[in-house]
């Protein structure tokens, strides 16, 4: 009996497992999950070499392929967050490629995105170079660039991201790579703001500034993971596409180590070169390794976009086949994982708050008053990036951002976040030059000047000027805004420059370059002034002078009245109204924009003082051809205590630009009359720091002469060579005039002028 129940069991086990086993094979085919690969782009940094990425992210579009996640380190953050963010291949291509390193990536500005007052600045000291004293010792920039430019286009090509995001939120999961400060770990971002992320990845040593970030600095994720593909590992991929920028490079060819610089940069390779070895040895054989020929490929060639894109396609191809094994169990018909779309950009936002943060000695109070226009008005990436950028020209900070934070509903404040100088609040400069000409004047001149801005938070400025030489300085000013417009400045000042005195014959068609002596023209002058600043473009200046002019002769002359030291000396106090207007887009070789300086003065005690300056400058550009052209005119009129008193005040033409087939100081008087027309011919653009190489030709007419003397017009031209460097202007020069003039001169650095 327990025999044939044991048997009716099995019997009814048997049965049941067969229809168990009959239902789950009879179900579709279709309905059993399908097990994808997780594929993790591994994008490496390289600078403009970065776009050869672009040709990977297309072959996976192509193929039809998803991404799990993007890593990226440097260029590879910038390429794979955008792209992770939602922007297309063709619009990174497009707006990162047309971008001009020089202003954005090496934050060098155009003239006329600064104030009027920064431009005035420039042309005692045309050196960009700025350190300050912080702590006791010298305090110098983080970087060659501040990154501010690349930082603000990162924002607003973010600017459809939420502030403070999860990474994996994006339309694609992305992950950028940095190194942290403080003790050289690596750091993977996969939350917070994206542009801070990203831009913290690019740090480069020593050419971009280091970032902040929630209290850390961090600098190039490429000094721990180049190539990280330990983090894609780390995030779990199946397949790991890995984009490798150093193909081609031979390590066994190295510049020679000629300095210290060549050296660092050496030393800062071999790291990179050492992890990225690392990184690959962790490459499995499911992996794919695409490495393009980019060796020739500068750090900086973003202008050559479409080139790099195409060798990136070649990379692509030599590895077709791994593409295709890769291809092998994607089924089509399978739908893909549906992309994540992020919409805070669609949401309506109203700034009703506007936050500072980082600030410390630049009142709150300014950064609020800047970015003031946007309150109570509809939020816009594009003005709120035009009022950040006006916080960075004003050069007290070398980075600003922003994020918004929701108060309710649509009401948000504006945090702006500002970064000051790492010297602020003391602001130094240098100044060098040296200037020599034929049998002429041979000048030189070091100098020194010192700004501290917010001594009071109503933005009181205090500013010292030294220079010492053949032309000698000492101004110290004080400057109170009023208004964004208003603003008074009062200061003293002493002035000394050594000056040639020249023969001059009967026959004026016939100069003699023989020097007769030197003399030393002191200018001491105390003044106070109303000035009215429109924008960025002109400004008006209305106020009181007291001026005391000496000059002192080494020689003895019988056109002088007698006396033991050959000493003129007059004074006056008066009234001075001037002029400027500035949109030249260089100082000294501009190639586009016009300039404008016309001031009078009238003395109301003291000796009878009237004069008057006009000078105008205009610039237009046609490709590499440049044309300049210039006016001139000035008069002094005083009355002389005595016949045989020399007027200690003459205006002065010779030199370059300015007749330069006569010596400086060659041609004096108390009028003045000039025109020249420059042309340029640019030979090269100067490399990432746009330090220009021109030669061209002068042209020009005019004189200087005294009150009843005959005038006569004179004419001289020039060849030249020029360099606009960072250090000032560097031209040689040759020329030709009438009355036999000719000159050559040579000048380095600050320029000179009587």
């Not at 050289?184 to 542009?195: I, N, P, S, T, Y």
């Not at 960075?392 to 404040?413: A, E, I, M, N, R």
């Not at 003044?527 to 960025?536: I, P, T």
């Not at 070789?589 to 109301?604: D, Y």
Request: overall charge neutral; hydrophobic content about 40%.
């Amino acid at each position: 009996m327990l025999c044939n129940k044991a048997k009716i069991q099995r019997l009814l086990l048997f049965f049941s497992t067969w229809l168990l086993s009959w239902g789950v094979w009879a179900q579709p085919l279709t309905a059993q999950p399908v097990k994808l690969p997780s594929v993790v782009v591994v994008l490496a940094g390289g600078g403009a070499k970065g776009f050869a990425h672009l040709a990977v992210l297309r072959r996976l579009e192509q193929d039809r392929i998803p991404i799990a996640r993007i890593v990226g380190t440097s260029m590879g953050a910038v390429i794979g967050g955008l792209y992770a963010s939602g922007l297309s291949t063709d619009e990174i291509e497009r707006v990162v490629g047309g971008l001009d390193p020089s202003k954005v990536a090496l934050d060098q500005l155009n003239r006329l995105e600064l104030p009027s007052r920064t431009r005035a600045y420039q042309q005692k000291y045309p050196v960009d170079f700025e350190f300050g004293i912080k702590n006791g010792g010298a305090s110098f920039a983080r970087g060659v660039s501040d990154g501010q430019r690349f930082l603000a286009l990162l924002q607003d090509l973010t600017s459809h991201v939420p502030p403070q995001v999860n990474f994996n939120d994006l339309k694609i999961p992305f992950r950028a790579v940095a190194t942290r400060y403080r003790d050289g770990e690596m750091k993977v971002f996969d939350r917070g703001a994206l542009h801070l992320a990203i831009r913290a990845s690019m740090a480069a040593p020593a050419v971009f500034a280091p970032v902040e970030v929630d209290g850390e600095t961090y600098v190039d994720g490429g000094l721990v993971a180049n190539l990280p593909v330990e983090v894609a590992l780390h995030e779990g991929a199946d397949v790991i596409i890995a984009s490798y920028l150093a193909g081609g490079a031979d390590d066994g060819k190295a510049e020679q180590a000629s300095h210290a610089l060549v050296v660092a940069n050496r030393m800062v390779d071999i790291l990179i070169r050492q992890n990225e070895k690392r990184n690959m040895a962790l490459l499995r054989p499911q992996d794919i390794l695409v490495a393009p020929q980019l060796q020739d490929v500068g750090f900086a060639d973003f202008n050559r976009a479409a080139e790099i894109v195409r060798r990136g396609q070649v990379a692509v191809s030599a590895v077709n086949d791994r593409w295709e094994r890769l291809q092998v169990g994607w089924d089509r018909s399978v739908a893909q994982p549906a992309s994540r779309q992020l919409s805070f950009d669609q949401r309506e936002k109203r700034i009703v708050a506007i936050q500072a943060k980082g600030n410390q000695d630049v009142p709150r109070q300014f950064i609020q008053s800047v970015m003031s226009p946007l309150l109570e008005s509809e939020f816009s990436s594009v003005e709120a990036e035009r009022y950040i950028d006006q916080l960075y020209t004003s050069g007290y900070f070398d980075l600003v951002s922003y994020s918004l934070v929701q108060q309710q509903g649509d009401q948000y404040t504006l945090v702006v976040q500002v970064r000051e100088k790492p010297y602020s609040p003391h602001f130094m400069k240098t100044t060098l030059g040296f200037s020599s000409e034929l049998a002429g004047v041979t000048q030189f001149s070091v100098g020194l000047g010192y700004r501290r801005p917010w001594l009071t938070e109503s933005g009181l400025e205090f500013s010292l000027d030294a220079r010492l030489g053949t032309q000698a300085e000492l101004a110290a000013r004080l400057y109170q805004p009023l208004s964004p417009q208003w603003s008074v400045e009062t200061g003293f000042s002493w002035d000394r420059n050594q000056l040639p005195w020249y023969r001059t014959t009967i026959d004026r068609d016939d100069v003699s370059a023989k020097k007769l002596a030197y003399f030393n023209q002191t200018l001491q002058k105390l003044d106070a002034q109303l000035v009215y600043d429109y924008g960025r473009k002109a400004n008006i200046k209305l106020g009181l002078t007291s001026s005391t002019i000496r000059r002192t002769f080494d020689t003895r002359f019988d056109f002088l009245e007698t006396s033991t030291d050959q000493t003129n000396r007059l004074k006056y106090n008066g009234v001075k109204t001037e002029l400027q207007i500035d949109q030249l887009d260089s100082l000294s070789f501009p190639t586009r924009g016009f300039f404008v300086n016309a001031s009078l003065e009238q003395g109301l005690s003291g000796v009878d003082y009237r004069g008057g300056r006009l000078s105008v400058k205009l610039a237009r550009s046609v490709g590499p051809h440049i044309f300049n052209a210039g006016l001139n005119l000035a008069r002094d009129q005083i009355t002389r205590e005595c016949e045989k008193c020399q007027s200690p005040t003459q205006l002065f033409l010779g030199g370059f630009q300015l007749m330069g087939a006569y010596r400086m100081g060659q041609l004096a008087g108390s009028d003045l009359a000039h025109v020249q027309g420059t042309y340029m011919y640019r030979l090269s653009d100067g490399g990432v720091f746009n330090q220009r190489t021109y030669v061209g030709t002068v042209l020009e007419a005019g004189d200087a002469w005294n009150q009843g003397d005959q005038i006569r017009t004179r004419y001289s031209g020039t060849l030249f060579v020029a360099v606009d460097s960072k250090v000032g202007d560097i031209y040689l020069g040759a020329a030709k005039g009438s009355g036999n003039a000719y000159n050559v001169f040579l000048q380095l650095g600050r320029r000179f002028s009587f």
